[in-house]
């Protein structure tokens, strides 16, 4: 079965901390991928990052960060020196014929 | 600009009424997709389609009915069988591989009067 699993249902930091938002997967596929996407209030879902099985090289972009551990099947994506406009809902995501997206984690950065 | 547009952004429907929501792509995607969103439930997948003509159910397709006559269409008709019908609804397309991300359109908030 496939599924992902983001325990964190609501996060609230103060502008400029570190947040780490956390994703664990479940596949019996040897090669799959993970994604991240961002869903700020007008709606629309933004790609942020893909990832393959076969890739555990950590990847920073900006003050975005993603650590993937095929070891726990984790995908944890790191927003360094937060501000106001990372409040969103942010989506992992398992692709195989069709997507397998997290429940969402909401992320409040208060000013 | 290429993308995926879906209309209306708001609707309102009556019960008992069938809705049509539209969904329309110009990225030459192969596979589109219609997700479910309600608060703390993430995305819910309710149709997906590979190739034109053909489509599968997902994991709450009951009440919910597609069609993929063409390749850049993908339109959603909410039946009067389906009991909760208010959310908000996402189209999405890729291409029809593994590997590459999905592109999502505006949404579609429903609520039913």
């Known amino acids: 079965a496939q599924k992902v699993t983001q325990a964190q249902t609501e996060i609230s930091v103060v502008e400029k901390e570190d947040v780490t938002l956390d994703c664990v997967y479940e596949t019996r596929d040897t090669t799959y991928y993970l994604f991240w996407y961002k869903q700020p209030p007008s709606g629309e879902l933004v790609f942020l990052i893909r990832?393959?099985?076969?890739?555990?090289q950590n990847e920073i972009s900006g003050r975005y960060s993603w650590n993937f551990q095929k070891s726990t099947s984790s995908f944890n994506f790191t927003i360094t020196a937060s501000q106001v406009v990372d409040s969103a809902v942010y989506f992992c995501a398992l692709s195989g014929n069709q997507f397998y997206f997290g429940t969402g984690t909401s992320l409040t950065v208060i000013p | 600009d290429g993308g995926i547009t879906q209309s209306p952004k708001y609707l309102f429907r009556k019960e008992g009424q069938n809705v049509t929501l539209s969904c329309e792509q110009n990225?030459?995607?192969?596979?589109m997709y219609w997700y479910r969103q309600d608060p703390g439930q993430g995305l819910r997948l309710i149709y997906y389609?590979?190739?034109?003509?053909?489509?599968q159910k997902g994991d709450i397709a009951e009440g919910y009915s597609v069609s993929r006559e063409k390749k850049e269409s993908f339109p959603l008709t909410v039946t009067s069988a389906q009991k909760n019908p208010t959310a908000f609804y996402l189209c999405?397309?890729?291409?029809?591989?593994?590997?590459?991300?999905?592109?999502f359109g505006q949404g579609t908030r429903l609520t039913v009067v």
């Open positions: 999405a397309s890729r291409q029809n591989l593994m590997n590459t991300e999905a592109f």
């Open positions: 389609s590979q190739i034109v003509n053909d489509f």
């Open positions: 990225l030459n995607h192969d596979a």
């Open positions: 990832r393959n099985s076969f890739d555990e």
